[in-house]
């Protein structure tokens, strides 16, 4: 059973940062042929993209209201990928999870990831 878990959200002020982890395991799964990605939900909105990276790591994209401020990474090898957040907004307030793509290129479409984290907690105070 393949499991995605979050970790390092919490409560910052506006301009400050937050790294958020996901430790991917379960049994024979590795990350590392799978495009990842990030997506977050705000309380009464729909869960948006964020960010995706290919299997490599080679290749990134992100949404236009993060572009610049945060970055997408993976560390193969220990099966765990990252979003490093700075100059973090109020409305950056949500909760984050990552999921793992059917396929190894980046993708921004929620329908073509098959495996969700719990989701973890980012509050940006103003």
């Known amino acids: 059973q393949v499991q995605l878990v979050e970790s390092g959200g919490g409560l910052v002020q506006a301009g400050g940062s937050l790294r958020l982890s996901c430790a991917a395991s379960?049994?024979?799964?590795?990350?590392?042929?799978?495009?990842m990605g990030w997506f977050r939900q705000a309380p009464g909105k729909e869960r948006e993209f964020v960010a995706a990276?290919?299997?490599?790591?080679?290749?990134?994209v992100y949404a236009d209201s993060v572009k610049g401020r945060f970055t997408i990474s993976r560390d193969n090898a220990k099966n765990t990928l990252y979003l490093q957040m700075n100059s973090l907004k109020p409305e950056d307030t949500a909760v984050y999870y990552c999921?793992?793509?059917?396929?190894?290129?980046?993708?921004?479409?929620?329908?073509?990831?098959?495996?969700w984290g719990q989701g973890t907690q980012v509050t940006v105070s103003s």
């Open positions: 990276i290919n299997w490599s790591g080679g290749s990134t």
């Open positions: 379960g049994r024979f799964f590795s990350i590392s042929t799978y495009a």
């Open positions: 999921a793992s793509s059917r396929g190894g290129s980046t993708d921004e479409y929620e329908s073509n990831y098959s495996y």
